[in-house]
């Protein structure tokens, strides 16, 4: 009997902060893509606040953890996306860390420390222009949600397939 591939996506942010909703977005539509494309058996998609605790307890025993965060730059490109992989055995502990403002890295590094991290982290960071308080997204952040829901079911297909290989 085979074990089943274990996969979380995560939307980070805050729905109530304009371009940090992205993270939300991104998981909401991937919830609808799902619907007439369904996600391999085991895939959990979820939203977090960013708060440590709760994206380790998401990603806990997963194979793979794709986050979706929007990425604060000062001078940015709205709507520019960077991914970023990270294998769990490959990690290494940040050089400083801060008691404010804690978020993905600390989460990161607290779950390195506590042996919980997922065997793969994958992260879609995409730069916002409008953090302030409200709805809706500026344009360039919106346009970027379809091309990253996209690149997820990509990064879950490819995973689920070497996976059924190994």
């Known amino acids: 009997m085979t074990e089943r591939t274990r996969i979380a996506a995560i939307g980070v942010g805050n729905e109530f902060r304009r371009d940090d909703a992205v993270g939300w977005a991104t998981i909401a539509r991937l919830r609808e893509r799902a619907e007439s494309r369904p996600l391999p058996p085991g895939t959990v998609l979820a939203t977090c606040d960013g ?4 994206l380790i307890s998401l990603w806990e025993g997963v194979d ?3 986050i979706v965060d929007a990425a604060h730059t000062h001078p940015g490109s709205p709507g520019r996306v960077h991914r970023i992989a990270m294998e769990a055995d490959l990690l290494e502990k940040p050089r400083a860390t801060s008691s404010h403002g804690l978020g993905l890295g600390e989460a990161v590094e607290l779950a390195r420390v506590l042996g919980r991290l997922p065997g793969q982290i994958v992260v879609y960071a995409i730069e916002g222009a409008d953090h302030s308080l409200g709805t809706g997204m500026s344009p360039a952040v919106e346009a970027a949600v379809e091309p990253v829901t996209r690149s997820i ?8 397939d070497t996976s059924a290989r190994g």
């Open 64 to 66: 793979l953890a794709v």
């Open 51 to 54: 708060d440590p605790v709760r």
């Open 153 to 160: 079911e990509d990064e879950i297909t490819r995973h689920r």
